[in-house]
């Protein structure tokens, strides 16, 4: 597969995480929803695969950067099904409002298989051998690397300003900061 072709890949797909991150951050605020210690800790997995799509973006794609990626999306996965089998028994509420029918959470899980899946699909086409040109990253993906950092900022901001120096609530109602 051109060198190129999977860096633009790359970059697609950190922006893409990148989205998903700001998306739950704004919804955080709209719909006034404090993510849950489990909520969290799939933001975390959602970064750590943006820490590996950034490593790709910045330095060229290379198959211990996509390592990285599906690390943070196996990490994805126990977070978030651990949360949708909380919430899987008939009755028991869902936490947070639904999109499409299904909550955060079980979209979180939807998207760490898909990018398990197109991270092993990137890898059976790329061939091994090295590109005789140097890489270079495009300004697309300097300024998605640049929107990329400055959303997991946003969510460490945000994360403080719920929880504070302490453990997470299970059930938070209000900010840390703002009591």
């Known amino acids: 597969m051109n060198r190129n072709y999977l ?13 998903v991150l700001l998306i739950g951050f704004v919804l955080q605020f709209v719909l ?3 993510p849950c210690p489990l909520c969290l800790l799939q933001r975390i997995g ?11 973006v910045v330095y060229g794609p290379q ?20 949360q949708v089998s909380l919430h899987v028994i008939p009755g028991t509420p869902g936490y947070g409002s639904p999109i499409f029918g299904m909550h955060y959470y079980t979209w979180a899980f939807v998207l760490f298989v898909a990018t398990i899946f197109a991270v ?3 890898l059976m086409l790329t061939s091994k051998e090295e590109s005789p040109e140097p890489y270079e990253m ?8 640049l929107l990329a950092i400055s ?4 969510n460490v901001i945000g994360t403080f300003a719920e929880c504070g120096p302490y453990q997470c609530p299970d059930n938070p109602v209000s900010y840390w900061l703002f009591n």
Do not use: D, P, Q, W
């Open 32 to 34: 006034n929803e404090l």
């Open 7 to 19: 860096a633009l890949l790359n970059t697609l797909g950190l922006l893409g995480m990148t989205a």
């Open 138 to 145: 495009s300004n697309l993906g300097r300024i998605t690397c």
């Open 120 to 122: 092993a699909v990137i």
């Open 151 to 154: 959303v997991v900022a946003l």
């Open 63 to 82: 198959s211990r950067h996509y390592g990285v990626v599906l690390i943070g999306a196996l990490y994805g996965v126990a977070t978030s099904l651990r």
């Open 46 to 56: 959602f970064i750590m695969i943006m820490f590996g799509f950034l490593l790709n």
